[in-house]
């Protein structure tokens, strides 16, 4: 717990102006409430990608809530997600919550990949979406996951209700 909030990490597969999945992962942390951080896998650093990498694990074994938004562009999951999820599943999260989306054309081929990879690092599957570019962001599923984690991990952290 973090004073007395839980804690939400976004992880985003792409950090591209042109992406939707920054976006959508953005609106997403905005519907819930205020102790969140934000990891976007497209601007590692290319010298020392493992440091960020590392950090972003150790934030992993923090969050209560986990929120992963991808671009789906092509049917594999991007090499920097997969690369993370390779390295959260080499430590023990504990029990953590995730809400896993999935935007682009290839949305449906690489849910069930991001999922898999996610329950093998012992993450715990709250909602799912495969979505389109236009696609609205599915805020009430990450403000159902934030409050099934919530219950079950820490049922008096602030705020009492989210809006």
Not at 1 to 24: K, N, R, W
Not at 27 to 55: H, M, N, T, Y
Request: proline letters at 9%.
């Amino acid at each position: 717990m973090h004073d007395g909030y839980l804690f939400t990490l976004g992880i985003c597969g792409s950090a591209a102006e042109d992406d939707p999945a920054p976006e959508v992962l953005s609106a997403l942390l905005g519907a819930i409430p205020p102790v969140k951080r934000a990891a976007f896998l497209g601007v590692l650093p290319s010298e020392q990608p493992d440091l960020l990498v590392a950090e972003i694990v150790a934030d992993m074994r923090d969050a209560e809530l986990i929120v992963m938004v991808t671009p789906a562009s092509t049917p594999q999951l991007p090499a920097r997600l997969n690369d993370l999820l390779r390295a959260a599943c080499a430590v023990d999260l504990g029990k953590r919550y995730a809400v896993l989306v999935a935007i682009g054309p290839y949305a449906a081929s690489v849910l069930p990949a991001l999922q898999a990879a996610v329950i093998q690092c012992g993450l715990v599957v709250t909602g799912t979406a495969a979505l389109t570019a236009d696609d609205p962001a599915p805020i009430e599923l990450v403000r159902t996951a934030y409050t099934t984690a919530r219950a079950a991990l820490a049922p008096h952290a602030l705020p009492r209700e989210v809006n």
